[in-house]
């Protein structure tokens, strides 16, 4: 059976004869057609983000899209008169996204060409295909979460709040703290599932191990009682992040085995991982309980081995573990680290309300 290609996180649009019909620069009235209103926004609802790269003069085109009612959907805009493959790249880089979850439709198969030769990871599309691209399996998600159809907004917020980042001039610490930044960690809800499964899905760079657990395997540990499902949620003054993260835990009376933690890139900067390490080392130093970790390294989670490592876990063997190690899934691989815990002080840049798994409060 084929493999299932690799969803597409962000479309880049070309503008002339492509999202709109006409030429702009050659005077024509350009208009978007309603079919192609469609497909940008279910495009948006499925979460795929998409952005503009076209040679055109800027604060004319953006004032176009503006009018034509369509520049709330695009993030990113190039516009301008640089090599096209260099607008591609200079918006993944930006997202942090892969190249291989990138695409570019173009009606002008020069410009297809070049983006291809210089970036042939990226997916590209002539026009023509453009009203076909909601029925190919690179567009069509598994699933389509709450996170899903807010994703766009959640960049937007992310972009605004870079900006002012630029602008602070205090301490990296002090502009945290003036976000008013806070964090939930709970048990997955039934809503909360299916972003949960998407996240050992398209989270890579801060995926301890690229197990993928499914909807029926992650029921079927919310169900178990030695299991516990978090999801992690986070925002602050200029909205929600959604779900940015996932704690996968066994717990046993002489320790318990962190089997997966993923989070968002889009959450790095706020160290979020290291704050829920943090309180999970801490949760198991009150419980008097051993604490071990899968974690296996990948081309891109380098990141996470080094949360990992800060927070305290290495591989050294200690007898009072919780049985053989393996891991579920494809266990190829995969590395057992360990921490003997100790008390850890709560974060100094954000609110925290978390499940004790302790006794099972919220605190």
Known sequence: MAERPKTVKCLVWDLDNTLWRGILSDGDDVRVTEDVRKVIAELDRRGVLQAVCSKNDHDLAW???????????LVLPHIGWGPKSDSVRSIAERLNFAHATMAFVDDTPAERAEVSYHL????????????DLLNLPEFSPDTITVDSERRRAMYQAGFRRDAERERYRGADEDFLRSLDLWMAIDGATEDELSRVEELTLRTSQMNATGVHYGDAELRRLTADPEHEVLVVTMGDRFGPHGAVGLVLLRRTAPAWHLRLLA????VVSFGAGSV??????DRAATAGVHLTADFRRTDRNRMMEVAYRFAGFDDRPCACHDGPDVASGDAAGVERLHLVPDPRPGPTTMSL?????????RR
Do not use: K
């Open 353 to 361: 309300a978390a499940v004790d798994l302790v006794d099972g409060t």
């Open 276 to 281: 829920i390490l943090n309180w999970l080392v």
């Open 63 to 73: 004032e176009r899209l503006e009018r034509l009612g369509v520049a709330e959907y």
């Open 263 to 266: 989070t968002s890139c889009r």
């Open 120 to 131: 042939p990871e990226v997916r590209c599309y002539d026009a023509e295909q453009v009203l």
